[in-house]
């Protein structure tokens, strides 16, 4: 994840510096609580954390208590220093000072490798480094604990819950501040706090975990990006599809799903005898409308395009807002196609991509993703198809990064990584070239010679879903959307009540254009227009005496300073230019 500045460098990289931080406060919180055991501690992204098994639950409040000893702790501490010991000693050391998970990742380091271990002052720490050379180098940075989290050891749910801190580091105090900054818009843009705040969505754990609820403006958001979506599959002759949400069993054994994802598909349910699933893809119902008639070579390539919801098992504690979520609505598309068709409508994919992802501002990277461990299909058709994927992003000079193994069981793929407003990667729209789902499902097409053939089967979804794309385009917005998406793109604020007439008849027009406008008349005037920025409504067309008498608005524009004065006709032609447009700035021309 990319930053809005450039942080100070050092004499080591940025991730020593914060390794070696977090032996810092691993030495503190053992000074805290003598009977706490550690388990890992690296770098990540921007910061470290620690895991520790404790006492008792931590609290924000303990963090500064944590910080204040470890400021003590870099007065004394001198060099970071390394040394070796035998696995035999290692072990007898770490056991004699009951640190049991160290003992057991002690045990995951391969025979004949060098056990290595580094000090500070009383510290000493099972690691392969690398640090800071002295613990002076730490007294004048920039360092903060930010946050407390629960963490199963070693990610399984099985085993023990451990609590982690978190923390940053950094080679300034000025890139600290930076920093705590752009945590600070983060949360500020965070799609659940925005979500309570705006009324957008909700989720409801009775009703079911995982599960989101839209509400009437992001119900709004979502209906105007279908019939976009629509406007340009049915310009490219896709054809909409429905397919039910539950299915026999027995598909998802043919296709290979239950077998490769069986943890991710909800459990069983007996219909008539006969074990059902809720569908977790859309793609074996499409194969089934393409198998119900025999198809010619004159009918290829035939692309099925379905706004599809589907049901998949994520942990309990993966669970986040409607980024990760248990039922989702995938843009759903499956083209059957030749192999000579192959590269061309890999080409319109791509395509396709750019024009989506550009239209809402953002920035992308796409890698190829190849054969995962678990896969279906011989290596000559695995080649085959990255083969085709490659060959088409050369035709749209796309460059690819490299993603081994990252492939789908049944194909390799295109994934797309999108950068929004801060800088952060999203995952995007995916593209899987697909040889192994028309043997297992017996699909054939009658080829030029008469001869039966299979087709090849192209997966492809550009939001990817609904709910992760839309709550990552409130983040990326900060909830401010285009005009075209905007739930109430104009508030009309007359400033008396003589103005009201004028005011109803401008909000009529606004509405009868296509637009959603809300009447704002109680109150004094500066109240509404707090209001109006707050439910992030982006125009506030006020109307005064000498506006009412001239058929014209005086607009406040949200990030604008002045305000401008239209006629109506002129208003309105400019809100038609942004929405059709599809414009991602404010400001009228």
């Not at 088409?392 to 407003?421: C, H, M, N, S």
Request: proline letters at 6%.
């Amino acid at each position: 994840m990319s930053l809005p500045f450039e942080p100070q460098n050092g004499p080591v990289p940025l991730e020593a510096l914060r390794h070696s931080v977090s032996h810092i406060m691993a030495d503190a919180v053992l000074r805290i609580f003598p009977e706490a055991k550690v388990a890992i501690g690296p770098p990540i992204e921007h910061g470290f954390y620690y895991d520790f098994e404790l006492p008792r639950p931590l609290t924000e409040e303990d963090l500064p208590v944590i910080e204040a000893e470890m400021a003590k702790i870099l007065q004394e501490a001198g060099a970071f220093e390394r040394s070796t010991m035998s696995r035999e000693d290692a072990k007898a050391k770490l056991a004699a000072d009951g640190q049991d998970y160290k003992v057991e990742l002690l045990d995951d380091i391969p025979e004949g490798e060098e056990i290595s271990f580094y000090s500070h002052g009383t510290w000493t720490d099972l690691c392969a480094g690398p640090h800071v050379e002295n613990a002076k180098q730490l007294r004048k940075i920039g360092m903060k604990l930010t946050s407390v989290a629960g963490a199963y050891w070693r990610g399984d749910s099985d085993k023990a819950m451990l609590q982690r801190i978190y923390g940053t580091a950094w080679w300034s105090n000025k890139d600290l501040k930076k920093y705590m900054a752009y945590l600070e818009e983060v949360a500020a843009r965070d799609h659940r706090k925005l979500g309570r705040e705006l009324d957008l969505f909700s989720l409801n754990a009775d009703f079911g975990a995982g599960l989101v609820f839209w509400h009437p403006k992001l119900g709004h958001v979502r209906r105007k990006l279908e019939e976009w979506w629509w406007e340009l599959h049915e310009a490219r002759d896709y054809w909409p599809v429905y397919t039910p949400h539950v299915a026999g069993e027995a598909v998802f054994r043919q296709s290979g799903h239950l077998e490769n994802y069986a943890d991710m598909i909800w459990a069983p349910m007996d219909v008539d005898g006969r074990p059902h699933r809720v569908k977790p893809m859309n793609c074996p119902g499409h194969v089934t409308i393409f198998n119900s008639v025999r198809h010619s070579y004159r009918d290829l390539p035939r692309r099925f395009a379905e706004l599809g919801t589907v049901y998949r098992y994520e942990p309990s504690g993966t669970l986040h807002g409607m980024l990760r979520v248990r039922g989702f609505t995938q843009d759903d598309a499956h083209i059957f196609c030749t192999q000579e068709q192959l590269a061309d409508e890999i080409v319109d994919v791509l395509k396709l991509v750019h024009t989506i992802l550009t239209t809402f501002g953002y920035e992308y990277t796409a890698y190829l993703a190849t054969r995962p461990e678990k896969s279906l299909g011989t290596d000559e058709v695995w080649e085959h198809a990255i083969a085709a994927l490659v060959a088409a992003a050369e035709r749209q000079e796309l460059p690819l990064e490299d993603d081994p193994g990252g492939g789908v069981f049944y194909g390799p793929k295109i994934d797309f990584k999108i950068k929004d407003a801060l800088g952060r990667e999203w995952q995007g729209p995916t593209v899987q070239v697909d040889f192994n789902l028309p043997d297992r499902f017996d699909i054939q097409f009658n080829d030029k010679d008469n001869a039966l053939k299979r087709p090849v089967m192209v997966h492809r979804a550009i939001f990817g879903s609904l709910e992760r794309f839309v709550g990552g385009l409130i983040e990326h917005f900060a909830a401010w959307f285009p005009v075209w998406l905007c739930p109430t793109p104009v508030a009309v604020l007359p400033i008396t009540e003589e103005q009201i007439p004028a005011a109803e008849a401008l909000r009529d027009k606004i509405v009868a254009a296509g637009f959603r406008a809300i009447l704002m008349s109680d109150g004094p005037l500066r109240k509404r227009v707090r209001e109006s920025e707050m439910d992030k409504i982006p125009y506030m067309a006020v109307i005064g005496g000498r506006e009412a008498e001239n058929g014209e608005v005086s607009v406040r524009v949200h990030g604008v300073k002045e305000q401008k004065t239209l006629s109506v006709d002129d208003f309105m032609t400019a809100l038609e230019a942004k929405r059709s447009s599809k414009s991602l700035t404010y400001e009228l021309e």
